[in-house]
């Protein structure tokens, strides 16, 4: 075991008070469990947008397109008030683009098309930029290295962004093109480099991506992963459904994912299937109640899974995967129909969802999901340490605090080792908000930084976030 395995497996970090970045309370509107109910609109239709969960429990909605065009603008949602408020435009109109939270609770707007002289998607975008919480403002990052539209975003557990999966040119593929040139975003420098070379090079949008609790990103309609250690993609256990297009991938709390659905030679899709990350094996699980594509699939807080809409006319159907059965059993309604919409997991236990097209006209409408056990989540906002420095061989106590937290919480660690800026991940360091820890005789001297905590009740379970955390160690011999 090297010396970062050591220092996280059986212990971490002494007495420094970690400054508090994120403190949310939040309280449910009264609903039926189980149940869509309307919120308050947009304002301004959207379709092909996103939603990305802040680290205060609001939603930032970005971009997309309607009637008018592609759209600039963006709003945040609160779920205290159930409203919407706009905050400004995007520096660059973004369109089937991808936004991915970083680890200091920023937000990296990339990609997406420009539109054609009939109002449809054509070229791809290279531009990307930063939402920043703390002043509600967008400003310019560097362009990534090559134009990239429809990609899907990764954050990895070094800290950076993985962009895959490219639509090359949506309705007019161009067919000497060259396909997806993956690339990684360094949220310190600020800056895209090319990854390795995919395993597989398909002309289209290849669809969802996930993080594995491994640290590898599964790319789950073409069965490869990613190593982040070794910059390299490889081919994975063979699928073993159709739904090539438009599919979804979830994590699930036991480290499996569930693919569901998609679109392909043979028509919208009902199958779904488990990835198991231990074997890198798909196999086939029970079918979707009905055939969907471009569905939205969110894990919920009980550790079941809500799949929305889809499919081309929209649908406004919704049913839940739960994993203990292996069984997809139908739930209500939403109040619309909608494809091309986005739902976002709320910090106290709801689904939000946005936007979308009925297949005749883009929707401003909104809707909340009640599920029929309502969990909130685990929220860590102080960790302290007994001592501020520690010697090889040594002891400290650690004491977490928080919201929803139990003698029974595991808590997850990401952090930098000395003389490196790269972020690790430790998984299940410590059980409980107080405990001992022993600091390992052979562990490499310097700062060890903490910059980040995810709390989950389930020990498979690292499909949270991580709530960012300040608190430096100096290790002595």
Avoid at 416 to 438: F, I, K, M, R
């Amino acid at each position: 075991m090297n010396s970062i395995g050591k220092l996280l497996g059986t212990s971490l970090l002494p007495s420094v008070f970690l400054v508090l970045l994120f403190s949310y309370t939040s309280t449910a509107a009264a609903q039926a469990p189980g149940t869509f109910t309307p919120t308050a609109n947009m304002s301004t239709p959207r379709v092909n947008h996103t939603a990305t969960l802040l680290l205060n429990g609001k939603v930032l909605i970005t971009g997309g397109s309607n009637s008018n065009g592609l759209l600039a603008s963006a709003e945040l949602f609160d779920p205290v008030t159930g409203t919407f408020s706009a905050i400004g435009n995007m520096t660059t109109p973004h369109f089937l683009h991808s936004a991915t939270m970083l680890p200091d609770g920023r937000v990296l707007i990339a990609g997406g098309h420009v539109l054609d002289d009939r109002n449809l998607p054509a070229q791809p975008l290279a531009a990307a930029e930063l939402f920043d919480p703390s002043t509600g403002t967008f400003t310019p990052t560097g362009n990534m290295v090559r134009p990239q539209a429809g990609d899907t975003s990764t954050l990895l557990n070094n800290g950076k962004v993985l962009i895959s999966g490219t639509c090359q040119d949506w309705f007019y593929i161009d067919a000497d093109a060259e396909g997806d040139r993956p690339e990684l975003y360094d949220s310190v420098a600020g800056t895209f480099s090319a990854a390795g070379e995919r395993a597989k090079y398909p002309r289209w949008c290849s669809g969802p991506v996930v993080l594995l609790a491994n640290g590898k990103v599964l790319i789950a309609p073409t069965a490869e992963l990613y190593d982040p250690a070794i910059d390299a993609f490889s081919s994975t256990g063979r699928r073993m459904t159709i739904g090539f297009y438009g599919s979804t991938a979830t994590l699930l709390r036991n480290g499996k994912v569930l693919v569901g659905g998609g679109t392909g030679d043979f028509g919208t899709s009902a199958n779904a299937e488990l990835y198991d990350p231990s074997t890198e094996n798909f196999t086939a699980t029970t079918n979707m109640t009905r055939a969907r594509a471009w569905s939205t699939a969110t894990l919920l807080l009980d550790g079941t899974v809500l799949i929305a809409g889809g499919s081309y006319p929209s649908v406004s159907s919704a049913e839940l995967y739960d994993p203990a059965t292996s069984t997809f059993t139908t739930t209500a309604d939403m109040t619309s129909p909608r494809v091309g919409h986005t739902a976002t997991l709320l910090m106290d236990g709801r689904i939000l969802i946005t936007g979308g097209s009925t297949g005749q006209t883009t929707l401003a409408s909104a809707e909340l999901y009640s599920p029929s056990v309502l969990v909130p989540a685990q929220v860590v906002t102080d960790l302290r340490f007994d001592r501020t420095s520690v010697v090889v061989g040594s002891s400290y106590s650690v004491n977490v605090s928080g919201s929803n937290l139990t003698p029974q919480t595991f808590l997850d660690v990401r952090f930098t080792a000395p003389g490196s800026d790269a972020s690790n991940v430790a998984l299940n360091w410590q059980t409980g908000v107080a405990s001992s820890h022993d600091v390992p005789p052979d562990l490499v001297p310097g700062s060890w930084k903490i910059t980040g905590v995810r709390a989950h009740e389930v020990e498979t379970d690292h499909t949270g976030i991580f709530f960012p955390v300040s608190a430096t160690i100096t290790v002595s011999p």
